[in-house]
C-alpha cells in the first residue's frame, strides 16, 4: 500500500542526495543525469532486474533535429513535431509541457549519445502515423530491452547504485512537506529507511493495477494488459495523499494489434505500407491510418474482441526488421497462402467477402478516392499474393495521464506551488496525450520518459 509519512524524527538506514524510484528509461535517463551534477544516486526497483514497461517496447523514440536526424540528411523542426503532437491529441494538452518535452529528448538523445556512447538511428524506411517526418530512434538492436540494457550499462560506469527488490512503500515528508526520504519493502518484509534531498518518481503509471484501470479508464477494464506488471499506480495514490495535481487520468496507449492468442506485437509499420485489418466477418471497419492507439478500442468492439491483419510477403519482409514480428513467426502466429480464398479458408473467413475486401481496396488505390473510413489506398502498395494474417486483438500498453509538473519536473499542487524535493518523469508525470486513447501519437511513452527523466535528473541538483 502506497502512503506518505510525516515524521520530522525520521531516521534513515543509508542516505543519499538523489533517490529515483523506478528502473526503467525515465529512471535510469534521471539517474545518468544526476550523477553527472555530482550527486549521490540511489535507484530503487521493486522487480528483480531493470526492464519495465521500456524493456517490453518496441523501444522507439521520437525526437527532433536531433545529430542522428542529421547524420540521415532528415529535415526536421522542433515546430513540426510539436504541431504533431497537438494535432493527434486535438489541442488538449498543455503546450508548455509539450514543449518541454520536444525539447528535452532531442536533448536527451544527443547527450546518451556524446556522453554516455548510446548509438541511435532514426526508423526511415515508412512513418509511423500522425508523424510528418522520420523521427523514431531506437538503438542498433530497435528493441527496449537493448534500450534499457545500454542505459544500464552506463549506469554501471557511473558510481550510481543500482538496488533492485526493494520495493518503495512510503514517502517520507518533514513537518514542512519537504521531501526526506522513503520507506521501501525486500521481498522477505525487511523494511528499509532511504534518506533523501530529492526523490524522483520513475515507476510509470497505473496500467497494472485493475482498481485504477477500472476507476479511470473504465472502457479497458476488462482489456489485456500488455505492459510492466510493475507498474502499479503509486504515483498517482502518493500525489493524491500530497494534495498533487493529478491530470488526464482517462489518457492511455491502446495498441491494436497484438498477436492472439500468442502475445506478441505486431508492428503498425504493416498496416501504414499497406496491411488492412479486417473482422472476422471479413470487412474492415476502421482507417488504419489514423492510428494504433485509438485502435484498440475499434478492435475490441468486434466480434469475439478480435480482428485479423491482412498483408503481404512484401510488408513480411518489412516486419521482419522487428524481433517481434520474427518472434510471431516463429511462433506460428502467422498465416500464410498463395490465394485470398486460401487464406480467408486457414483463418476461418468467407472467402467471397474477404476477396471483396481487397477488391474494393484496390478499386480505391486505383480511384485515388478515400474510403468511407476516410483512408486512401497507395496504388503502389496493393496486397499481392502471396498472402499473410495474423488474428490480433486490442490491448492497454500505459496509462497517459499523472502528476502535473514544472519546468524543472517538479511535482505541482492546483495552485500552482511545488512539493519540495518532489519530481516525477516517464509515465508517473502526465504526458502530452491528452484526455483519451485517440491522442496518443506514436513514441508519447519513451518522449515522456527520456525527456522528463534528463530534465529532472538534472533539476534535482538544485535541491542540495
Ligand atoms: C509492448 C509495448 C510497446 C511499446 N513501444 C513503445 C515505443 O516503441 N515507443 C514509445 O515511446 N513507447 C512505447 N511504449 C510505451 C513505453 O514503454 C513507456 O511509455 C515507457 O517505457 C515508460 O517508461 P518509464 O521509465 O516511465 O516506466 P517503466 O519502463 O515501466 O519503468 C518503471 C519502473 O518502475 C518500477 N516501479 C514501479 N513502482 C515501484 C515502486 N513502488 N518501487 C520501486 N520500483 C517501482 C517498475 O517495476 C518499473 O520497472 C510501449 C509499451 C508497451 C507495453
Redesign the pocket.
Known sequence: M?SVIRDPNFTADVDVDCLI???????LTAALAADEQGLSVLI????ER?????????????AAGTAAQKRQDITDSHADFIADIMGKNKHSADLNHVERCVNGVTDAIDWLEERHDIPFHVLDGFLYPGHRHHRMHAVPEVT?AALVQRLEDAALKTDIFISCH????ALVLDDQGRVQGAK?ERPDGTIEAIGAKSIIL???GYGGNPALVAEHIPEMKEALY???P???G?AVLWGQSLGAELKHLSGY?G?GSVAHPHGI?VTWALMMEGGIQVNTDGQRFSNEHHGYSEQAVSVLAQPNQTAFNIFDERLCELGREFEDFRLAETSKAIFRAETIEELADKIGVESVVLAQTLADCDAFAASGEADAFGRRFDPNKTLKPPYAAVKVTGAL??TQGGLVIDDKARVCKPDGSIINGLYA????ACGVSGPDVSGYL????????LSLGYIAGRAAAFEQ
Open positions: 502506497a524510484i523506478g528502473g526503467g528509461a525515465a529512471g530503487a526497483e521493486r522487480e531493470l526492464s519495465g514497461s521500456t524493456a517490453l517496447s518496441s523501444g522507439l523514440i521520437p527496449g526493494l520495493k518503495v512503500t521501501a520513475a515507476c510509470n500488455f505492459g510492466h510493475g507498474n502499479q503509486e496507449q495498441h506485437l500498453f500505459h518523469c516517464g509515465g508517473a506514436s513514441g508519447n511513452g519513451l518522449l515522456s520518459a
